[in-house]
């Protein structure tokens, strides 16, 4: 019995092959800015936000 190639099957493959790196590669570069030495004051600012008194 041959596997029949329909859309779904083709639009599932192109989904796993391709987007899931791609969006693996985003989540990990947003964990990299997160926790780079130089943006540490500029989160730590954002941190204390809603702490402060006006």
């Given at each position: ?24 590669g ?16 500029t ?12």
């Amino acid at each position: 019995m041959r596997a029949i190639l329909t859309v779904q099957n083709f639009a599932s493959d192109i989904v796993v092959t391709l987007w899931t790196p791609i969006f693996v590669g985003i989540f990990i570069a947003i964990v990299v800015y997160a926790l780079w030495p130089r943006n540490k004051s500029t989160f730590d600012a954002a941190a204390r936000l809603p702490l402060r008194e006006e």
